[in-house]
DNA sequence: CCCACCTGTGCAACCAGTTGCACAAGTCCG
DNA sequence: CGGACTTGTGCAACTGGTTGCACAGGTGGG
Protein backbone atom coordinates (compact mmCIF):
# COMPACT_ATOMS: atom_id res chain seq x y z
CA UNK A 1 0.00 0.00 0.00
CA UNK A 2 0.77 3.29 -0.94
CA UNK A 3 -1.16 5.59 -1.86
CA UNK A 4 -0.58 7.35 1.99
CA UNK A 5 2.76 7.97 0.50
CA UNK A 6 2.35 8.86 -3.13
CA UNK A 7 0.27 11.61 -1.09
CA UNK A 8 2.76 12.79 1.37
CA UNK A 9 5.37 12.95 -1.64
CA UNK A 10 2.92 15.05 -3.38
CA UNK A 11 2.01 17.14 -0.56
CA UNK A 12 5.95 17.69 0.21
CA UNK A 13 6.58 19.27 -3.12
CA UNK A 14 3.38 21.35 -2.61
CA UNK A 15 0.16 21.45 -0.33
CA UNK A 16 -2.82 21.13 -1.91
CA UNK A 17 -6.78 20.71 -1.78
CA UNK A 18 -8.08 17.35 -2.60
CA UNK A 19 -9.18 18.28 -6.02
CA UNK A 20 -5.66 19.83 -6.98
CA UNK A 21 -4.02 16.43 -5.91
CA UNK A 22 -6.57 14.21 -7.75
CA UNK A 23 -5.69 16.33 -10.71
CA UNK A 24 -1.73 15.81 -10.04
CA UNK A 25 -2.91 11.88 -9.73
CA UNK A 26 -4.70 12.64 -13.27
CA UNK A 27 -1.22 13.76 -15.28
CA UNK A 28 2.46 13.12 -13.33
CA UNK A 29 2.47 11.29 -10.51
CA UNK A 30 -0.91 8.96 -11.51
CA UNK A 31 0.82 7.07 -14.58
CA UNK A 32 3.00 5.23 -11.32
CA UNK A 33 0.26 5.13 -8.81
CA UNK A 34 -3.24 5.83 -10.13
CA UNK A 35 -6.34 6.50 -7.56
CA UNK A 36 -9.76 8.19 -7.91
CA UNK A 37 -11.09 11.08 -6.01
CA UNK A 38 -12.85 9.30 -4.09
CA UNK A 39 -9.94 7.29 -2.58
CA UNK A 40 -7.98 9.73 -2.49
CA UNK A 41 -10.32 12.47 -0.08
CA UNK A 42 -11.25 9.25 1.87
CA UNK A 43 -7.49 8.77 2.85
CA UNK A 44 -6.63 12.53 3.10
CA UNK A 45 -8.82 12.33 5.96
CA UNK A 46 -7.65 9.37 7.42
CA UNK A 47 -4.31 10.69 6.75
CA UNK A 48 -4.90 13.90 8.79
CA UNK A 49 -7.07 12.34 11.63
CA UNK A 50 -3.40 10.13 11.80
CA UNK A 51 -1.78 13.49 12.33
CA UNK A 52 0.06 13.15 8.89
CA UNK A 53 -1.67 16.12 7.89
CA UNK A 54 -2.76 19.70 8.84
CA UNK A 55 -5.58 20.99 7.09
CA UNK A 56 -6.81 24.92 6.87
CA UNK A 57 -10.20 26.11 5.22
CA UNK A 58 -9.35 26.94 1.66
CA UNK A 59 -8.47 30.72 0.69
CA UNK A 60 -12.14 31.82 0.10
CA UNK A 61 -14.16 28.81 -1.11
CA UNK A 62 -16.19 27.48 1.28
CA UNK A 63 -15.62 23.55 1.35
CA UNK A 64 -12.10 23.39 0.20
CA UNK A 65 -9.58 22.22 2.78
CA UNK A 66 -5.90 22.62 1.96
CA UNK A 67 -3.40 19.91 3.36
CA UNK A 68 -0.02 20.48 4.52
CA UNK A 69 2.35 18.01 5.86
CA UNK A 70 3.07 17.85 9.32
CA UNK A 71 6.54 17.07 11.00
CA UNK A 72 5.19 13.42 12.00
CA UNK A 73 4.37 12.92 8.29
CA UNK A 74 7.38 13.70 7.00
CA UNK A 75 8.89 11.39 9.60
CA UNK A 76 6.86 8.66 8.21
CA UNK A 77 7.64 9.71 4.74
CA UNK A 78 11.41 9.85 5.43
CA UNK A 79 10.85 6.21 6.72
CA UNK A 80 9.10 4.71 4.21
CA UNK A 81 11.49 5.84 1.12
CA UNK A 82 14.39 3.79 2.86
CA UNK A 83 11.81 0.75 3.48
CA UNK A 84 12.19 -2.23 1.88
CA UNK A 85 10.20 -2.43 -1.80
CA UNK A 86 8.20 -5.44 -2.68
CA UNK A 87 8.87 -6.86 -6.17
CA UNK A 88 6.67 -5.24 -8.47
CA UNK A 89 3.64 -7.38 -9.36
CA UNK A 90 3.06 -7.75 -12.94
CA UNK A 91 -0.45 -8.04 -13.58
CA UNK A 92 -1.46 -8.17 -17.34
CA UNK A 93 -4.63 -8.87 -18.27
CA UNK A 94 -4.06 -8.80 -22.14
CA UNK A 95 -1.20 -11.08 -21.87
CA UNK A 96 -3.87 -14.20 -19.87
CA UNK A 97 -6.10 -13.33 -23.21
CA UNK A 98 -3.15 -14.07 -25.65
CA UNK A 99 -2.13 -17.10 -23.39
CA UNK A 100 -5.77 -17.98 -23.98
CA UNK A 101 -6.41 -17.35 -28.12
CA UNK A 102 -7.16 -20.39 -29.11
CA UNK A 103 -10.34 -20.99 -26.25
CA UNK A 104 -11.70 -17.32 -28.28
CA UNK A 105 -11.95 -15.39 -31.32
CA UNK A 106 -7.71 -14.88 -32.38
CA UNK A 107 -8.99 -12.28 -35.00
CA UNK A 108 -11.14 -10.53 -32.18
CA UNK A 109 -8.30 -10.26 -30.03
CA UNK A 110 -6.11 -8.86 -32.17
CA UNK A 111 -8.42 -6.21 -33.05
CA UNK A 112 -8.25 -5.74 -28.84
CA UNK A 113 -4.83 -5.55 -29.10
CA UNK A 114 -4.46 -2.92 -31.74
CA UNK A 115 -6.89 -1.20 -29.59
CA UNK A 116 -4.43 -1.38 -26.72
CA UNK A 117 -1.54 -0.50 -28.93
CA UNK A 118 -2.94 2.59 -30.14
CA UNK A 119 -3.67 3.61 -26.42
CA UNK A 120 0.06 3.23 -25.29
CA UNK A 121 1.26 4.94 -27.84
CA UNK A 122 -0.63 7.54 -27.42
CA UNK A 123 0.14 8.22 -23.75
CA UNK A 124 3.56 7.51 -24.88
CA UNK A 125 3.16 10.53 -26.84
CA UNK A 126 1.29 12.45 -24.06
CA UNK A 127 4.57 11.63 -21.61
CA UNK A 128 7.16 13.10 -24.30
CA UNK A 129 5.09 16.10 -24.51
CA UNK A 130 5.55 16.47 -20.62
CA UNK A 131 8.72 16.34 -20.99
CA UNK A 132 9.20 18.42 -23.75
CA UNK A 133 7.14 21.04 -21.55
CA UNK A 134 8.65 20.65 -18.16
CA UNK A 135 11.83 19.60 -18.50
CA UNK A 136 13.21 21.68 -21.48
CA UNK A 137 16.72 21.44 -19.87
CA UNK A 138 17.27 18.31 -18.45
CA UNK A 139 21.25 19.01 -17.67
CA UNK A 140 20.65 21.59 -15.56
CA UNK A 141 18.32 19.85 -13.10
CA UNK A 142 18.92 19.06 -9.38
CA UNK A 143 17.48 17.55 -6.39
CA UNK A 144 13.66 17.49 -6.29
CA UNK A 145 12.88 18.39 -9.78
CA UNK A 146 15.52 15.96 -10.88
CA UNK A 147 14.25 12.95 -9.63
CA UNK A 148 11.00 14.13 -11.20
CA UNK A 149 12.20 13.96 -14.28
CA UNK A 150 14.41 10.64 -13.63
CA UNK A 151 10.89 8.66 -12.89
CA UNK A 152 9.10 10.77 -15.99
CA UNK A 153 11.93 9.25 -17.63
CA UNK A 154 11.46 5.86 -16.64
CA UNK A 155 7.93 6.12 -17.53
CA UNK A 156 8.79 6.60 -21.17
CA UNK A 157 11.20 4.04 -21.39
CA UNK A 158 8.69 1.48 -20.19
CA UNK B 1 -10.89 -9.02 -13.20
CA UNK B 2 -9.38 -11.76 -14.36
CA UNK B 3 -8.65 -14.35 -12.19
CA UNK B 4 -11.30 -16.39 -12.35
CA UNK B 5 -10.51 -15.84 -16.66
CA UNK B 6 -6.85 -17.02 -15.86
CA UNK B 7 -8.18 -20.27 -14.38
CA UNK B 8 -10.37 -21.01 -16.85
CA UNK B 9 -7.36 -20.35 -19.50
CA UNK B 10 -4.84 -22.81 -17.23
CA UNK B 11 -7.85 -25.27 -16.63
CA UNK B 12 -9.17 -25.33 -20.31
CA UNK B 13 -5.49 -26.75 -21.00
CA UNK B 14 -5.63 -29.19 -18.64
CA UNK B 15 -7.88 -30.14 -15.47
CA UNK B 16 -6.53 -29.55 -12.30
CA UNK B 17 -6.68 -29.39 -8.42
CA UNK B 18 -6.08 -26.28 -6.30
CA UNK B 19 -3.30 -26.95 -5.67
CA UNK B 20 -1.76 -28.04 -8.79
CA UNK B 21 -3.04 -24.57 -9.87
CA UNK B 22 -1.40 -22.68 -7.29
CA UNK B 23 1.88 -24.06 -8.13
CA UNK B 24 1.28 -23.50 -11.99
CA UNK B 25 0.20 -20.03 -10.93
CA UNK B 26 3.69 -19.58 -9.50
CA UNK B 27 5.65 -20.46 -12.36
CA UNK B 28 4.54 -19.45 -16.07
CA UNK B 29 1.25 -17.99 -15.55
CA UNK B 30 1.64 -16.56 -12.45
CA UNK B 31 3.99 -13.91 -13.92
CA UNK B 32 1.10 -12.12 -15.48
CA UNK B 33 -1.49 -12.79 -13.34
CA UNK B 34 -0.12 -13.66 -9.53
CA UNK B 35 -2.53 -14.97 -6.98
CA UNK B 36 -2.12 -17.09 -3.30
CA UNK B 37 -4.19 -20.30 -2.62
CA UNK B 38 -6.65 -19.50 -0.43
CA UNK B 39 -8.09 -16.73 -3.51
CA UNK B 40 -7.71 -19.59 -5.88
CA UNK B 41 -9.43 -22.26 -3.73
CA UNK B 42 -11.98 -19.81 -3.11
CA UNK B 43 -12.99 -18.25 -6.90
CA UNK B 44 -12.65 -22.17 -8.15
CA UNK B 45 -15.51 -22.96 -5.42
CA UNK B 46 -17.38 -20.19 -6.83
CA UNK B 47 -17.30 -20.83 -10.39
CA UNK B 48 -18.45 -24.28 -9.65
CA UNK B 49 -21.59 -22.98 -8.26
CA UNK B 50 -21.83 -20.88 -11.04
CA UNK B 51 -21.57 -23.56 -13.40
CA UNK B 52 -18.75 -22.68 -14.77
CA UNK B 53 -16.49 -25.52 -13.46
CA UNK B 54 -17.03 -29.45 -12.59
CA UNK B 55 -14.75 -31.63 -10.27
CA UNK B 56 -15.11 -34.92 -9.34
CA UNK B 57 -13.36 -36.32 -6.13
CA UNK B 58 -9.78 -36.71 -6.62
CA UNK B 59 -8.39 -40.47 -7.82
CA UNK B 60 -7.46 -41.73 -3.97
CA UNK B 61 -6.73 -38.77 -1.61
CA UNK B 62 -9.45 -38.23 0.07
CA UNK B 63 -10.31 -34.46 -0.16
CA UNK B 64 -8.72 -33.51 -3.42
CA UNK B 65 -10.90 -32.25 -5.98
CA UNK B 66 -10.06 -32.24 -9.58
CA UNK B 67 -11.96 -29.43 -11.65
CA UNK B 68 -12.70 -29.52 -15.28
CA UNK B 69 -14.40 -26.48 -17.12
CA UNK B 70 -17.46 -27.24 -18.47
CA UNK B 71 -19.08 -25.88 -21.68
CA UNK B 72 -21.04 -23.14 -20.23
CA UNK B 73 -17.65 -22.14 -18.96
CA UNK B 74 -15.53 -22.33 -22.35
CA UNK B 75 -18.35 -19.97 -23.62
CA UNK B 76 -17.73 -16.86 -21.03
CA UNK B 77 -13.92 -17.64 -21.85
CA UNK B 78 -14.61 -17.82 -25.13
CA UNK B 79 -16.40 -14.28 -24.94
CA UNK B 80 -14.22 -12.72 -22.51
CA UNK B 81 -11.24 -13.37 -24.89
CA UNK B 82 -12.61 -11.08 -27.34
CA UNK B 83 -14.08 -8.79 -24.80
CA UNK B 84 -12.17 -5.04 -24.71
CA UNK B 85 -9.31 -5.10 -21.94
CA UNK B 86 -9.34 -1.82 -20.29
CA UNK B 87 -5.49 -0.52 -20.32
CA UNK B 88 -2.63 -1.97 -18.12
CA UNK B 89 -2.97 0.70 -14.79
CA UNK B 90 1.26 -0.03 -14.09
CA UNK B 91 1.71 0.78 -10.42
CA UNK B 92 5.27 1.35 -8.93
CA UNK B 93 5.42 1.61 -5.39
CA UNK B 94 9.64 2.40 -6.13
CA UNK B 95 8.79 5.13 -8.81
CA UNK B 96 6.41 6.88 -6.16
CA UNK B 97 9.83 6.41 -3.61
CA UNK B 98 12.35 7.53 -6.08
CA UNK B 99 9.93 10.62 -6.71
CA UNK B 100 10.11 11.28 -2.96
CA UNK B 101 14.07 10.47 -2.85
CA UNK B 102 14.57 14.30 -1.29
CA UNK B 103 12.39 13.16 1.65
CA UNK B 104 14.49 10.83 2.73
CA UNK B 105 17.66 8.77 3.11
CA UNK B 106 19.17 8.63 -0.81
CA UNK B 107 21.71 5.95 -0.21
CA UNK B 108 19.35 3.48 1.61
CA UNK B 109 16.79 3.98 -1.14
CA UNK B 110 19.33 3.38 -3.85
CA UNK B 111 20.18 -0.02 -1.83
CA UNK B 112 16.80 -0.98 -2.08
CA UNK B 113 16.81 -0.14 -5.71
CA UNK B 114 19.65 -2.29 -6.17
CA UNK B 115 18.22 -4.91 -4.29
CA UNK B 116 15.12 -4.49 -6.87
CA UNK B 117 17.87 -4.83 -9.87
CA UNK B 118 19.13 -8.13 -8.56
CA UNK B 119 15.80 -9.60 -8.09
CA UNK B 120 14.64 -8.70 -11.32
CA UNK B 121 17.46 -10.02 -13.28
CA UNK B 122 17.27 -13.38 -11.03
CA UNK B 123 13.64 -13.19 -12.51
CA UNK B 124 14.68 -12.70 -15.97
CA UNK B 125 17.33 -15.48 -15.89
CA UNK B 126 15.03 -18.01 -14.19
CA UNK B 127 12.19 -17.33 -17.39
CA UNK B 128 15.03 -17.26 -20.00
CA UNK B 129 15.85 -20.85 -18.32
CA UNK B 130 12.08 -21.73 -18.32
CA UNK B 131 12.19 -21.06 -22.34
CA UNK B 132 15.10 -23.00 -22.51
CA UNK B 133 13.67 -26.16 -20.73
CA UNK B 134 10.00 -25.98 -22.22
CA UNK B 135 10.96 -24.35 -25.48
CA UNK B 136 14.07 -25.91 -27.14
CA UNK B 137 13.00 -25.49 -30.43
CA UNK B 138 10.44 -22.21 -31.39
CA UNK B 139 10.22 -22.10 -35.18
CA UNK B 140 8.02 -25.90 -34.46
CA UNK B 141 5.28 -24.29 -32.28
CA UNK B 142 1.78 -23.73 -33.24
CA UNK B 143 -1.67 -23.24 -31.51
CA UNK B 144 -1.11 -23.05 -27.30
CA UNK B 145 1.94 -24.18 -27.41
CA UNK B 146 2.60 -20.78 -30.02
CA UNK B 147 0.17 -18.45 -27.67
CA UNK B 148 1.97 -19.74 -24.30
CA UNK B 149 6.20 -19.11 -25.93
CA UNK B 150 5.00 -15.87 -27.26
CA UNK B 151 3.64 -14.81 -23.96
CA UNK B 152 6.65 -15.88 -21.92
CA UNK B 153 8.55 -13.78 -24.83
CA UNK B 154 6.81 -10.61 -23.80
CA UNK B 155 7.53 -11.33 -20.14
CA UNK B 156 11.18 -11.67 -20.78
CA UNK B 157 11.14 -8.50 -23.05
CA UNK B 158 10.01 -7.02 -20.29
C1' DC C 1 3.46 -48.15 16.05
C1' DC C 2 2.83 -43.62 17.26
C1' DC C 3 4.03 -38.95 17.22
C1' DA C 4 5.60 -35.06 14.66
C1' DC C 5 5.55 -33.03 10.49
C1' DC C 6 3.80 -32.13 5.76
C1' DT C 7 0.24 -31.50 2.24
C1' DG C 8 -4.06 -29.94 0.53
C1' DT C 9 -8.18 -27.59 1.47
C1' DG C 10 -10.60 -24.02 3.34
C1' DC C 11 -12.77 -20.32 6.56
C1' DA C 12 -12.88 -15.53 8.69
C1' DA C 13 -11.47 -11.03 9.27
C1' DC C 14 -9.63 -7.45 7.27
C1' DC C 15 -8.02 -3.95 3.76
C1' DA C 16 -7.43 -1.11 -0.34
C1' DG C 17 -9.72 0.33 -4.11
C1' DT C 18 -14.04 1.00 -7.27
C1' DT C 19 -18.75 2.41 -8.39
C1' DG C 20 -22.53 4.97 -7.82
C1' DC C 21 -24.53 8.47 -5.84
C1' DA C 22 -25.50 12.96 -3.10
C1' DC C 23 -25.17 17.54 -1.93
C1' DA C 24 -23.51 22.33 -1.06
C1' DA C 25 -21.78 26.33 -3.05
C1' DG C 26 -20.43 28.93 -6.93
C1' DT C 27 -21.03 30.51 -11.83
C1' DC C 28 -23.09 31.44 -16.06
C1' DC C 29 -26.63 32.45 -19.26
C1' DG C 30 -31.30 33.56 -21.03
C1' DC D 1 -32.44 37.33 -11.15
C1' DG D 2 -33.51 32.65 -11.15
C1' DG D 3 -32.83 28.12 -12.94
C1' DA D 4 -29.38 24.97 -15.01
C1' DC D 5 -24.81 23.57 -14.93
C1' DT D 6 -20.16 22.95 -12.82
C1' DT D 7 -16.91 22.25 -9.14
C1' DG D 8 -15.33 20.29 -4.93
C1' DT D 9 -16.20 17.23 -1.26
C1' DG D 10 -17.78 13.20 0.51
C1' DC D 11 -20.63 8.86 1.96
C1' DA D 12 -22.20 3.90 1.27
C1' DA D 13 -22.11 -0.43 -0.69
C1' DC D 14 -19.54 -3.58 -2.82
C1' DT D 15 -15.49 -6.33 -4.68
C1' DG D 16 -11.18 -8.48 -5.29
C1' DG D 17 -7.42 -9.71 -2.84
C1' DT D 18 -4.40 -10.60 1.51
C1' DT D 19 -3.33 -12.40 6.12
C1' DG D 20 -3.73 -15.45 9.57
C1' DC D 21 -5.32 -19.38 11.05
C1' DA D 22 -7.47 -24.25 11.29
C1' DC D 23 -8.02 -28.86 10.37
C1' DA D 24 -8.19 -33.51 8.09
C1' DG D 25 -5.58 -37.01 6.38
C1' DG D 26 -1.29 -38.98 4.88
C1' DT D 27 3.84 -40.04 5.64
C1' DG D 28 8.16 -40.96 7.61
C1' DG D 29 11.49 -41.60 11.27
C1' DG D 30 12.75 -42.86 16.18
Redesign the pocket.
Known amino acids: ?3 EHALLVSLGERPG ?3 ELTRRFDRSIGFFW ?6 I ?5 RMETDGWLRSEA ?1 DS ?5 RYTVTESGSQVLAQWVGSPTPPVALRSEIAVKMRGASFGDREQLLARLQDLRAEHSSRHAHFEQLEREQFPDPGVLTGQQLDTWLVLRGGIKQ
Open positions: MALTGINATHQQYKVLRGRSTER
